[in-house]
């Protein structure tokens, strides 16, 4: 459902229903058409041409399994325009977002973008999550020339033939393999146990951790169970079999819990390690803190000491944000800068894939983490370095962002306790 | 290798023994009403959250919290029975029992999703210390899981004299025998359908505390098993309740004693194959007769 455009065609539709008592069928049909093309014409005839706004697409799970930051990862977008809107919008063209529900399903989604692209024609799409959503509207995108920013994890993403049309501002499934990886053995240790669900990375977390245990002299191994089941104490058993230092929790929350129970009875001593998806305060606060106790875990971060994060949670009127909601902000100012950068007569898609990197990762720019002063500098042809709260956003040749952050907290007394942000 | 084994075996028959007392609610009311209600994976889950607030929240001690978490699923579940299948069952047809069925799956998600509307999606831990594990002869096993257990199986046993025993438990056999001919000695069995929703509610939400003790309770506790519970009541032949309990223990143990030759993925296969080789070789189940089937 496209929030910005919703309010015209709900009233024709009531119009229309106050109608049909009146009318027959037939002249209700015509009458309905004719509402409806009033609806979509009007704003263009009395709009002249180029000012009518810029349309940016915002793609982002409202509802289903992956929607638990669908909320504030709207309320964030919707921030970015009305920040862009009251600096001026792009060189006195206003900016509009459409803000469409993924459904947590990659068919929904790619009905969605297609609508976006071809009937709103946006010229980028940002917010997409779920890495099964953005695998199937990546295609779209890359091959209609409209500019991809997503925050999933997926590496097969950014190997996709998509000449640069895909920028990604979260880590790469590798990274976060190998930051665990890296963390468990900064924590002095040598053998390493991998206990998760099956999932599309499952594999590849535990090729690239036991690799890095490999090369650093240890050992790494692992098992992939299946999920929502009553019981790990088998799954438990045959890990501890190998009588590891570190077991890394590539689970959910549920399955987490009961593997954290099962490792508890047995006795294990060693090291947890796990991922924000699954070690988390919703699973301290469901388990007793002898069992919990001392489990750490890797977030990707937002960059929470920057002066763009303080703004951002200071507009949103919250104490803290996830950094996925932090990313689609920074979707929607990435495109507005590189348009205004640009200084394009006829703003797309191509337009904002060149102009991106010369507003977020010129060395020579001004740092700025204010859409407003970023405008001004464009304004004023001062060339700008642009950090989002949601990071630096520099972005590789491939499209994966560069120096990502991440939180390093540790389950202590049923609290998430921060250790560091590196 | 073989304490290896026999662990597995002793994992399984832990788990076996939770599957047990849910499996028995759906057969007895199988058994008395003819269709499988599907809703005992919510009214497991009714239980969980019963023993929950009264262990955690009320302090209650533990055999009040098992009992409060068999009368509240036992209310709930004849409640909802009366009010969305009852009138199903009125419009007697060819299809009335799938129909039941296919409304039970629907009664299953209303309940699962009100729960999830009062108490969220979190999860709750009961308020009992997770304790280490025993070790005897060479074998690991929990506390908890050894309480549950026993406690599984006192409860089968109990329901075992109250349907040898007492009158109530005849006539429900005498239903579950052949309706037509309990009615005409006088048995009424409306009234025993109350009484078998009930009771097999009831032995649910005890399975879904016990569950939850050894787990954690969120709203979809129940839903998770479903498969396996409908598996081993099938392979205990669906009217037999020693079936239901020899079901669930194969059911247990083979899910278990599979990851030694199996990858841990593919554990709900072992389910599967069993209602697979069930339907294939013995149509019946493993124990049809001791109880005598429905016509």
């Known amino acids: 459902m496209a929030d910005a455009s919703t309010v015209q065609p709900s009233n024709t539709k009531q119009n229309a229903r106050i109608i049909m008592r009146e009318f027959d069928r037939r002249r209700f049909l015509a009458g309905a058409a004719g509402a409806g093309s009033m609806a979509a014409f009007w704003p263009r005839a009395l709009l002249a041409q180029g000012t009518q706004p810029i349309k940016i697409g915002i793609l982002i799970p409202l509802t289903g399994s992956t ?3 669908g909320a504030t990862m709207s309320a964030a977008a919707k921030i970015a325009v009305s920040n862009i809107n009251a600096a001026g919008g792009v060189a006195g063209r206003l900016v509009e977002v459409l803000i469409e529900d993924d459904q947590s399903n990659p068919e929904a989604a790619v009905r969605a973008v297609r609508k976006l692209i071809d ?5 980028s799409i940002g917010g997409s999550y779920a890495s099964a959503v953005t695998s199937a509207i990546a ?49 002095g240790a040598k053998k390493m146990f991998f206990l998760g669900p099956q999932t599309p990375f499952a594999q590849s977390y535990i090729d690239i951790i036991s690799k890095l245990f490999k090369d650093a002299g240890g050992f790494g191994q692992g098992l992939i169970y299946e999920d929502k089941r009553a019981s790990y ?57 002898e069992v919990s106790e001392g489990t750490a875990s890797l977030v990707p971060s937002a960059s929470e000491d920057s002066t763009a994060y303080k703004t951002l949670i200071g507009k949103m ?36 894939r060149d102009a991106v990197r010369a507003i977020s990762q010129d060395p020579k720019g001004e740092k700025v983490s204010d859409v407003a002063q970023g405008l001004k500098l464009i304004a004023d042809k001062k060339p700008l370095n642009y950090d989002g709260p949601s990071g630096p956003l520099e972005f590789a040749a491939n499209g994966d962002v560069e120096g990502v952050f991440f939180r390093y907290e540790q389950v202590q007394k049923g609290k998430m306790a921060l250790l560091k942000v590196a | 290798m073989f304490t290896e084994f026999a662990q597995y075996v002793l994992n399984g028959l832990v788990l076996g023994a939770l599957i047990a007392l849910p499996a028995l609610g759906l057969t007895l ?63 007697s047809g060819a299809h009335t029992a799938l129909m039941l069925a296919v409304v039970s799956i629907a009664l299953n998600l209303a309940i699962e999703n009100a729960l ?95 569950l939850a003790i050894d787990t954690s309770v969120d709203p979809s506790t129940g839903s998770r098993l479903i498969l396996v519970i409908f598996s081993a009541s099938v392979l205990g032949g669906l009217t037999s309740l020693y079936g239901a309990v020899l079901g669930a223990l194969i059911i247990g143990v083979m899910g278990e004693v599979a990851m030694i030759a199996m990858p841990p993925v593919y554990q709900s296969l072992t389910a599967f194959l069993a209602i697979l080789f069930i339907l294939l070789v013995k149509p019946t189940g493993l124990l049809v007769g001791a109880e005598g089937v429905r016509k």
């Not at chain 2, 533990?62 to 009852?86: C, E, K, T, Y």
């Not at chain 2, 026993?150 to 309706?179: C, E, H, P, Q, Y």
Request: net charge positive; with cysteine.
């Open chain 1, 67 to 69: 929607s638990q930051f």
């Open chain 1, 119 to 123: 009937v709103d024609k946006v010229v």
């Open chain 1, 139 to 187: 295609p779209l995108c890359y091959e209609s020339k409209t500019v991809l920013f997503t925050s999933s994890g997926a590496d097969s993403i950014t190997k996709t033939p998509h000449n640069g049309y895909v920028f990604r501002t979260s880590p790469t499934v590798t990274l976060q393999g190998t930051r665990v990886g890296q963390y468990a053995l900064e924590l």
């Open chain 1, 233 to 289: 104490r088998t799954e438990v058993d045959q890990a501890l079999r190998t009588n590891p230092d570190v077991v890394v929790l590539g689970g959910y929350v549920p399955d987490t819990s009961v593997v954290l129970k099962d490792l508890y009875r047995a006795g294990f001593g060693g090291k947890k390690i796990g991922y924000s998806f699954g070690v988390n305060q919703v699973l301290a606060d469901g388990l007793p803190h």
């Open chain 1, 317 to 352: 009127g919250r104490s803290a944000l996830d950094s996925y909601s932090c990313q689609v902000y920074d979707h929607v100012v990435l495109t507005t800068l590189a348009l205004a950068q640009a200084a394009a007569a006829s703003p797309n898609g191509t337009v904002v």
């Open chain 2, 29 to 91: 009311i199988f058994s008395v009403q003819g269709f499988v209600n599907f809703s005992v994976a919510a009214q497991m889950t009714v239980g969980a959250y019963a023993a929950w607030l009264a262990g955690a929240y009320l302090g209650w001690s533990s055999i009040l919290m098992l009992l409060f978490a068999f009368l509240v699923p036992g209310m709930l579940g004849v409640a909802a029975d009366r009010l969305a299948l009852a009138p199903i069952r009125r419009q």
């Open chain 2, 116 to 210: 999830r509307f009062l108490f969220g999606s979190n999860l709750n831990s009961f308020d009992i210390p997770v304790e280490r594990n025993l070790q005897i002869w060479g074998l690991s096993v929990g506390p908890q899981q050894l309480r549950n257990l026993v406690t599984a199986l006192l409860i089968a046993v109990a329901l075992a004299a109250f349907f040898s025993l007492t009158r109530w438990g005849k006539a429900m056999r005498a239903v579950a025998d052949n309706t037509d001919l309990a009615r005409l000695k006088g048995i009424e069995p409306r009234n025993l359908a109350n009484l078998a929703t009930f009771i097999g509610m009831g032995l649910a939400g005890i399975g879904g505390s016990l």
